[in-house]
């Protein structure tokens, strides 16, 4: 096709062929990445097409150009195709890097038939707290038990209204740790329903704790040479609920506590814990009345702490769910907050569970 349009003289009867003959398949999908020798072919089709438009566009459009123009079509094809498979190769990467992690994972997890009194390690469960609540592992023993506690009330409430039950998943691993999931699927009001705790505990190296917390200068920052991997600990609690009724919003919230103990090889480095999470609203259809309920409900529970949380979170909320190609925000917004330790963590915590 190209090597007629090129030997053609710029004549108008040529111009009238050119434009009437078939531009093959240009919107079909990229033969490129199932046969490679299909870029030659492919890039001489669109690079006729592109002469075509010139020549329809622009009468007086020389061969000179028609030549450069195909030229050009053929390189930033190449190029295209080159930048494809570039990126195709860090998925591969990305992806096997992420399979195998999430292999070893699986592997160290252990199905139990029952739920343990704690997802806790050894000395950190409610033996490990005193009666000022303090002691090892006091703030973690709280944290998993105000989201245990949580996690059987939101349980019980959902299945008072939808008449259905959870079913419960339960897992812990060898080295401390594991989680409870209950789903409820296909019920009567909600089509699923999820609410899941989870205990973890890992390591992370330096520069994922640098990410995490935004240190690089003071007192928290740790040696890029000197410090091993960070041993941390967190836990939480997520659910998302999807109504059958369309007029039903749909519910999402999760809230977490994190902690990092010394990193190995740094004697005497400080430790850091902090709070975060969130929850939003995100409707089929808007009803006001609906909107105005969930978030005067936020407002409220935020102003018993600080009545400066709620503008702050619920502006951190709308620029986290911010999609960025589409220039809108997904859902109606709600709260979110992150790397909160300005303040004595009894009281974070208290807030935590007012929420």
Known sequence: MVAMAVACPPSLACRHRLAALP???????DPISHNPSALYFSSRSRASYSIASCWRSNPSCGLSELKRQLFTGVVERKKRMIGHERMRMRMRIVGKVAQEAEVRAMEDEQMQSERP????????????VDAAGGGAGAMRARYEGMIRRAQDEICAAVEGIDGGQFREDVWTRAGGGGGISRVLQNGNVWEKAGVNVSVVYGTMPPEAYRAATGSGSGTSAIPVNKAGRIPFFAAGISSVMHPKNP????VHFNYRYFETDAPEGVDGAPRSWWFGGGTDLTPSYIIEEDVS??????????????PEYYPKFKKWCDNYFLIKHRGERRGLGG???????????ADLFAFSTGL
């Open 23 to 29: 531009i093959g398949n240009l919107h079909s999908p």
């Open 117 to 128: 009194a704690t997802l806790l390690r050894e000395g950190e469960g409610a033996e490990g």
């Open 247 to 250: 007029f039903a919003p749909t």
């Open 293 to 306: 309920h969930f978030h005067k409900i936020q407002k409220q529970a935020c102003d018993k702490f600080d």
């Open 335 to 345: 709260i979110f907050f992150d790397d909160l330790n300005d303040r004595d963590p």
